[in-house]
């Protein structure tokens, strides 16, 4: 046994200099003891912080260094601040019914700290920056993680009967404002727990960002981790007493025998197609990649590639859809909608509108619509024509524009059309922020005279909060709602379509059905005070030259 203070010291450094790792290493746990022995100490430890910001806080590693069990209340505390701004803490408390310290005691407490210090730096400053590269601010594994294990996996060819899924926990952020941020957090970190218990895979579920996850699975768990990510009951709150319910979408690509994979990003471009396509609404919650997965983004890329170019060629044309007086037939407004013209075949809008929705060329798609339709306008004007109000669609893609209505009003006014005669259809909101934005910008349209009117009513999740909260001029019932002929009047969409006109009506609000296909449901419009539809039963879309004639004769049907 080492006596001699002096030795002690020497060991010590002998064993600091020969050594990588200096925190976890048995002879210098040795020389520590020895040290500490001789100079009164009961115990000593350091606790590590990733940043000297959070000093004095729970985040930190702790590590025990010495302790015989004998310590008294007397501590001494020495901090230490490293290169990358973490911060080592270290705690040394006097040895019970030992002499009190005095200043040779305190000096050599000081020397043996910032010997270690100087030895232990490079590896804490290693070991914090190995965690903020592998883990978030909420200490989930990151997306750089699961690449560096992907591919380690990879090189070693051991990803055969394995799959992965990126999914995004749905309407979290109402999850979040329901039971509070804390809770909400408790409700995420114990549903990826979960995941983790049942994927037979030992690389953790990672975090990509927000409610965004990445994960590897054995491919023989696949129906155990769907059937949980398409809803899964999650306790929380004092005692667990408290539940909410918690899914996914997600998309999901099963590693084939001959797949190569190099990087995360031959991954990522198989999953990210797939949970794309599984975050939009009237898909399955979750989508496997497959070969028509394949036709599906080729043919989004074909449709991205094409639009600049159909841009400067004027392919896309407006086609006008009326919208008529149930009481007298005539035409009272029109709906302008878009067709892409390309070469022999016009591309109906569901094939490329959904594909431009994904990115802010709809936006641009728009803003090209209303120029055509603010130009035909003008031109009917200046024939003299019977000129009616049409409306033009904005994608929920605009909110982000705060400039919104001053770019609306510079093409407008462009063509010095009256205010009355130009109606914006927007459409219902699915999150608060965009709900905010959306008011705004009806508020400020209203303001300058321009009508705007909520499209598609009853098919969104805050249907009653849009009409009370937002000063809208026109009300259109999606077709959803409007009663078929096999519907009798106590049907209950003939009862909800019966309220809704009667609550609009009530409210000021100019009402149009859409999707109007027959003559019993015209009656039923009637019926019900609901004075005004558009659909097949009047007309289809029509391109510009027809529908001038229709406005002409003034009336389609009574």
Request: one cysteine or more; aromatic letters at 8%.
């Amino acid at each position: 046994m080492i006596t001699d203070i002096v030795q002690a010291f020497q060991y010590f450094i002998r064993q600091m200099s020969e050594v990588e790792n200096a925190l976890d290493t048995d002879c210098i746990a040795d020389a520590i003891n020895d040290i500490c022995r001789l100079s009164d100490v009961g115990s000593m430890k350091v606790d590590i912080y990733s940043s000297a910001t959070l000093i004095d806080t729970d985040k930190k590693e702790t590590h025990i260094l010495y302790d015989d069990g004998e310590s008294d209340d007397d501590v001494i505390k020495i901090k230490k601040i490293t290169g990358g701004s973490g911060a080592l803490v270290y705690t040394i408390s006097h040895k019970k019914g030992s002499e009190p310290w005095n200043e040779r005691l305190h000096n050599r407490l000081d020397l043996l700290v910032s010997i270690l210090f100087v030895f232990t730096s490079r590896f804490v400053i290693n070991q914090v920056a190995q965690k903020y590269a592998y883990y978030d601010e909420a200490e989930y594994h990151n997306l750089r993680y699961f690449g560096a294990e992907l591919t380690k996996l990879a090189a070693e060819n051991k990803t055969k009967g394995l799959a992965a899924a990126q999914f995004n926990l749905k309407h979290f952020q109402g999850v979040n404002h329901h039971v509070g941020r804390d809770n909400g957090d408790v409700v995420m970190r114990t549903f990826i727990n979960g995941l983790d218990e049942i994927k037979g895979c030992s690389v953790p579920v990672c975090r990509m960002g927000g409610d965004n996850f990445i994960m590897l699975m054995s491919a023989d768990k696949i129906d155990d981790v769907v059937e949980y990510l398409k809803g899964t009951i999650i306790s929380f709150g004092d005692e667990f007493s408290e539940r909410v319910n918690v899914s996914a979408t997600a998309g999901i690509y099963v590693f084939e025998d001959d797949f190569e994979l190099k990087i995360l990003g031959d991954l990522m471009d198989k999953l990210m197609p797939a949970s794309g396509l599984a975050k939009k609404a009237g898909r399955d919650d979750v989508i496997f990649y497959d070969s028509e997965l394949m036709n599906i983004r080729q043919q989004i890329a074909t449709i991205q590639h094409q639009f600049p170019i159909a841009m400067e060629n004027s392919e896309f044309l407006v086609y006008y859809q009326p919208k008529v007086s149930i009481t007298d037939g005539t035409i009272v407004g029109a709906e302008a909608l878009c067709r892409w013209s390309q070469k022999d075949r016009l591309i109906p809008p569901g094939e490329f509108i959904p594909i431009l929705e994904q990115s802010m060329d709809i936006c641009k798609l728009d803003f090209y619509m209303i120029e055509r339709v603010c130009r035909d306008i003008r031109r009917w004007i200046d024939e003299g024509r019977n000129v009616v109000r049409i409306s033009a669609n904005l994608s929920r893609k605009h909110m982000l524009d705060v400039d919104l209505v001053q770019h609306l009003l510079e093409i407008i006014d462009k063509y010095n059309i009256p205010h009355v005669l130009f109606e914006v259809e927007l459409t219902e909101t699915t999150t608060d922020v965009e709900f905010k934005d959306l008011k705004r910008v009806v508020q400020t349209l209203q303001k300058q005279g321009i009508s705007t009117s909520v499209d598609d009513f009853g098919i969104g999740y805050s249907s009653l909060k849009l009409i009370k909260e937002i000063p809208w001029n026109v009300l259109k019932i999606d077709k959803s709602f409007v009663p078929v002929d096999e519907d009798d009047e106590h049907s209950p969409t003939s009862v909800m379509f019966k309220y809704v006109v009667g609550m609009a009506r009530e409210m000021g609000l100019e009402i149009i059905a859409e999707g109007v296909e027959t003559k019993t449901q015209v009656e039923v419009l009637r019926k019900n005070g609901c004075d005004i539809a558009q659909g097949f039963y009047y007309d289809r879309p029509l391109p510009a030259a027809e529908f001038e004639k229709r406005l002409e004769t003034g009336a389609i049907k009574r």
